[in-house]
Every structure is written in C-alpha cells, then in structure tokens.
C-alpha cells in the first residue's frame, strides 16, 4: 500500500540525538518501509557532528538554506539544490551557516528508524 502524507500533517519534532535540529520523518521501519525518509531543519549555528552510519548510506539534498558538510575529509560549503551520496561507513556532518535554519530532505537505507 501507498504511504501518502499530506504537507499539513507534516510535523517537526526535536531531533532525538542533536539540540536544536528539527525532524520529520515521512516513512522508516516502524512503517514497513524499506528506506528511511525525513525532513530535518537545523538552526543557525548549529552542527550536526561527523559521524557515520555503520549499515546506512545517506543521502542529502538540501532543500533551502546554506551550510556546510563533512564529506571526503573536509567541510564543503552547501546551498539550495546541492546534493550529497555518503555510502555506508563513511564519516559526514552537517552545519548550519545561515541566518534561517539549513533545511534538508534525507534518505537512509536501510532506515534508521
């Protein structure tokens, strides 16, 4: 069966792990989902620390908002319309650098949650 979400239900909520960084998760596991999706918006100067996802590969595209990322070793500036592929193992993090919070849609697969 299709999993359908209409804009107006959809809710941040405070991100489980990281203060001040907003989820919404649109489908995962607890879903039957094969792929984990969400919504996060983290807020001006905060970061979302280097790390990895030991079965996980990740997927960003940013929605709107600039920032930087971790991928290949280094931080790299991000905007609007970039997007990231980090495969399973790999070290990645997420900063925000704008005056409005850095909005990004994720796919992790298999789903985190």
């Known amino acids: 069966m299709a999993d ?11 991100h489980p792990k990281f203060e001040g960084v907003g989820i919404c998760r649109l489908a995962g596991s607890y879903s039957g989902a094969p792929v984990g999706i969400s919504i996060l918006e983290i807020e001006p100067g905060v970061e979302i620390p280097v790390h ?6 990740d997927a960003i595209f940013v929605l709107k908002g600039t920032g930087e990322a971790f991928v290949n070793g280094s931080w790299q500036e991000i905007s609007q319309g970039d997007f990231i592929m980090i495969p399973a193992g790999e070290e990645h993090g997420v900063r925000s650098s704008s005056a409005a919070p850095l909005r990004l849609y994720i796919v992790h697969q298999p789903p985190l949650f």
């Not at 359908?4 to 405070?14: G, N």
Request: no cysteine; aromatic share 6%.
């Open 52 to 57: 990895t996802h030991d079965e996980s590969i």
């Open 4 to 14: 359908f979400t209409k804009r107006a239900s959809q809710r941040l909520e405070e």
